[in-house]
């Protein structure tokens, strides 16, 4: 069994960090939020020589599922995730898209199955358990790995901020509750990447991030 290893695409205008979460040694693997930019994930992917099985997504906005579909045809694989609160989002990204001012082609999402709270999945034998944490979006989803003391954590905690909460079905409290209850307590050693900028660790955010102390 490899190691567990993780590649990071930038994508779409807002620089979203699409995530190619792979094993070193057999190198198959999933790609978390393809926000768009299916082009440059696709070359990524050949580059490494990385087979992918699934796309994960954390929650329902454009610039990290914008591509997906696109990238389900592509590669022939199921789109996992996220919570099914999240399914009027999905069912949005065009308008979203429009909203945003964005021009590359955006295609609706329709996942192949939705997550809940205290799912696992996994890809070879790295397996990750699935927490609920609405805020930033209503059906947004972490996906934790307790071996390789790993979080995705999307939108919900950014290092020194949190997700923002004004787009629609965005909640602040819950979202600090979400974190407060479900991510730090998973321990300080826990690293993280998360969907804008450089990831962290939940030690660090715990004790210095302003929105948490
Ligand atoms: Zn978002
Ligand atoms: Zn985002």
Redesign the pocket.
């Known amino acids: 069994m490899g190691q567990l290893n993780a590649g990071i695409v930038p994508v779409t205008p ?1 620089q ?1 960090n699409c995530t190619i979460l792979f094993d070193t040694d057999d190198k198959t693997g999933v790609v978390v939020d393809p ?1 768009g930019d299916i082009e440059q994930i696709l070359r990524v992917l050949d580059e490494n020589k990385i087979a992918v099985s699934a796309i994960w997504l954390t929650h329902g ?1 454009i ?2 599922a914008g591509g997906a579909m696109d990238l389900k045809d592509r590669l022939g694989i199921e789109i996992v995730g996220p919570h099914e609160d999240d399914r009027p989002l999905l069912a949005n990204l065009e308008n979203q898209a429009q909203r945003f001012g964005l021009t590359d082609p955006v295609r609706n999402c329709v996942p192949d199955r939705f997550l809940e709270e205290g799912d696992i999945v996994s890809f070879g034998s790295h397996t990750f358990s699935v927490l609920h944490c609405p805020g930033h979006a209503p059906g947004h989803v972490v996906y934790f790995n307790p071996v390789a003391k790993f979080a995705h954590v ?2 919900v905690l950014f290092r020194g901020s949190v ?1 923002r909460t004004d787009l629609p079905g965005g909640d602040h409290a819950a979202l600090i509750r979400s974190i407060k209850e479900k991510l730090l307590p998973l321990g300080d050693d826990i690293g993280f990447i998360c ?2 900028g450089p990831g962290g660790r939940f030690g660090e955010e715990r004790r210095t991030n302003p929105f948490l102390i």
Do not use: A, C, K, S
Request: glycine share 36%; aromatic share 10%; no cysteine.
């Open positions: 807002f979203q926000g906005h610039d990290h999307g939108d997700g969907g804008h």
